[in-house]
């Protein structure tokens, strides 16, 4: 089954520094990864995603994820963090190699503050 | 330009009352979920449709019951209310897997006393 960690609940970051939202997952073959930003009281919102190609993706905001295969990981990245960028961040996974490869499974989410 | 409409925003229901909250996309896309979000659990996935006419169970399907009324429409039931279906339902739908990402509607706020 494909499952997504989010290790951190939490993470704090002044404004102007660099940023990391780690994000771990699972599958049985290939995977589609996925970042997606909440801010309160709004649904979910696309940041980046991962499919094939370049281990490194770029999306919007200024958000980069790196692919690492052997790590199993996609943590999402910024180098220079704004007061704006304050949400919560769910990563997501989508298992090309299971059963019910149209499956979309979220982490926890990490809630993301940046100060001032 | 509506995306993914929800409706209603916000229900209260005592224990043991049913509803059905509708979900409608407008982007011709085949693939539809519903999820519930709680504090500290994410975005689990209770059901999700493939393509017209199709329903899968997700994570937490218990309780709940789904319809692909048509490639637009993906409506989630509940039959019989409990307190520990307390929560926020999003539902969204998939592009295709060449530019692929889920559109998300804005959430049901659903409270069960």
């Known amino acids: 089954a494909q499952s997504v960690a989010q290790p951190e609940d939490q993470v704090n970051v002044a404004e102007g520094n660099p940023l990391t939202v780690k994000c771990t997952y699972s599958?049985?073959?290939?995977?589609?990864l996925f970042w997606y930003v909440q801010y309160p009281n709004r649904g979910l919102q696309f940041l980046l995603k991962?499919?094939?190609?370049?281990?490194l993706v770029k999306g919007s905001y200024g958000f980069e994820a790196e692919f690492n295969k052997s790590q199993t990981s996609f943590h999402l990245k910024k180098p220079s963090a704004l007061v704006s960028d304050s949400a919560l961040y769910f990563c997501a996974v989508r298992d090309l190699g299971s059963g019910g490869y149209q499956k979309v499974t979220f982490g926890t989410g990490t809630k993301l503050q940046v100060i001032p | 330009n509506a995306g993914v409409t929800q409706t209603p925003k916000f229900q209260v229901l005592k224990t043991g009352q049913s509803m059905t909250l509708q979900c409608a996309q407008d982007?011709?896309?085949?693939?539809m979920y519903w999820y519930r979000q709680d504090p500290g659990m994410g975005l689990r996935l209770i059901y999700y449709?493939?393509?017209?006419?199709?329903?899968d169970k997700g994570e937490v399907p218990n309780g709940y019951n789904v319809s692909r009324l048509n490639k637009r429409e993906f409506s989630l039931r509940l039959e019989s209310a409990a307190p520990s279906q307390t929560s926020v339902y999003f539902c969204?739908?998939?592009?295709?897997?060449?530019?692929?990402?889920?559109?998300f509607g804005s959430g049901t706020q659903l409270s069960v006393l």
């Open positions: 599958v049985s073959g290939n995977p589609y």
């Open positions: 991962y499919i094939t190609g370049d281990n």
């Open positions: 969204a739908s998939r592009t295709g897997t060449t530019n692929e990402k889920l559109f």
């Open positions: 449709s493939a393509s017209e006419g199709t329903t």
């Open positions: 982007m011709n896309h085949n693939s």
